[in-house]
């Protein structure tokens, strides 16, 4: 994904990004973000033109990629080892409880109303669960 920053020559605390939306071809989003450098929350405020853009918590992934681009992309760092690099949200999804494959019940069914099957992880015993 590629995108063009964009200062403000009004005001030097902002800047912006324009997204392309990718439901709708000929529509784009625009994530702002408002900032005071040298502050300990240097991120004052956000906005962003998408349905979800104004949020009370949070904010929408459009003002998420602009910040993380800022932030890390743009900066001359190892993306390997920096704390936000995508490999590490890659090892916290490795790290979590591994489900072996589905498999069919040894019990045979003669209508397929109600489909029962065995789920199993490697730490726990075999369950019948009914879906």
Known sequence: MEFIIEL???????????FESRHCNNKNHIATV???????????GWYCTCTSGWRDVGCCAHVAALLWHLGVRRANINENTHPLSADHLFASIDDSMQFSEVK????????NDNDNHVYSDDSTSNEEVAD
């Not at 408002?34 to 004052?44: A, G, H, R």
């Not at 069919?104 to 209508?111: A, K, V």
């Open 8 to 18: 403000c020559a009004q005001h030097n605390d902002l800047v912006r990004a324009r």
């Open 34 to 44: 408002q900032f005071k450098l040298y502050t300990e929350s240097p991120i004052s």
């Open 104 to 111: 069919e019940s040894d019990e045979e069914q003669d209508d």
